[in-house]
């Protein structure tokens, strides 16, 4: 498929969500070892200190004040959503947290329309429908069961996350049509490391013993940004943001092979609902692409 294809941002927006679900198994061995902070800022750390000379190589000039200040905003909404999301995988498992996030896409349809003045095309209600449908199925057996602290604690923090990551997908589509990818890449860790370092003196650890966990995370979150800044520079939010998904599987996948963690019946359901879901959205009529 040649990368000028109105499917190409869709197939390049699942293969970035398929690196974040590997990186968010990455993560969770190391929030597991660390603590979500420590993990988060050596990550943010070395990403930036990646991304830095990416950036510099292009030669771009310094960004103008309005496109900073979306650098800023998304880059403290995704340091907060991050550490939120991470926390929580200490305490839930993998598969279950990222199906508890999956109601941010549904708010982002909507928040896109109301922010980027996108109109919201009927096959896109119709995909995130049956996406939530598909995360149903999977968390009801899951959440009528007795539930600890430490399990509502993970629970609040997937919901919170949730909220600042729909935030987060609008601001990428803004961001994406105002930067290259490799800026975008280099400024999002940097405020985001910028953000956590200002914390350091109470909670950082040393990442000895979890640096391979960081290491890799670091190498798959830039990689997927790169491809995710690219896929919303070229479709609308509410094309891309129901193949947030594919993410399911792929965690499913990871947490069983990493951490042991079963996959049920019910969620393979689900899957196959949240599947459908992104056939859905593929199908349907895509936008003119826009220029990068």
């Not at 293969?15 to 061995?29: C, F, H, N, R, W």
């Not at 003196?201 to 990442?207: A, G």
Request: hydrophobic share 60%; aromatic share 8%.
């Amino acid at each position: 498929m040649k990368l000028t294809h109105p499917l190409a941002p869709v197939i390049v927006a699942i293969v970035a969500i398929a690196l974040l679900s590997v990186m968010d198994g990455a993560m969770k061995g190391a929030s597991l070892a660390l603590g979500a902070y420590s993990a988060m800022l050596w990550r943010a750390l070395m990403s930036s200190a990646i991304t830095m000379p990416l950036w510099l190589g292009a030669r771009t000039p310094w960004p103008k004040p309005a496109v900073m200040r979306v650098h800023l905003f998304r880059g403290v909404i995704v340091a907060v959503m991050a550490l939120l999301f991470f926390h929580s995988l200490t305490l839930l498992p993998l598969a279950q947290a990222i199906a508890i996030s999956f109601f941010a896409p549904l708010i982002s349809l909507y928040l896109a329309a109301v922010m980027l003045g996108e109109k919201i095309a009927p096959s896109a209600i119709l995909a995130s429908l049956i996406g939530l449908a598909g995360v149903a199925v999977i968390c009801w057996p899951e959440l009528t069961v007795e539930r600890t602290p430490k399990r509502i604690e993970g629970i609040a923090a997937v919901l919170a996350s949730a909220v600042l990551y729909a935030l987060n997908l609008v601001f990428a589509r803004r961001q994406a049509l105002i930067a290259k990818p490799r800026e975008i890449a280099f400024f999002q860790n940097a405020i985001g490391g910028a953000v956590l370092i200002c914390f350091a003196p109470w909670f950082l650890r040393s990442p000895s013993g979890a640096l391979t966990w960081v290491a890799v995370s670091s190498l798959l979150s830039i990689g997927a940004a790169l491809l995710l800044a690219w896929a919303y520079a070229r479709a609308e939010a509410q094309v891309l943001v129901p193949m947030e998904y594919s993410a399911f599987g792929w965690a499913a996948a990871v947490g069983w092979l990493a951490f042991h963690e079963p996959v049920s019946t019910t969620t393979l359901a689900g899957v196959a609902l949240i599947v459908a879901a992104c056939l859905v959205a593929a199908r349907g009529t895509p936008p003119e692409p826009v220029a990068a």
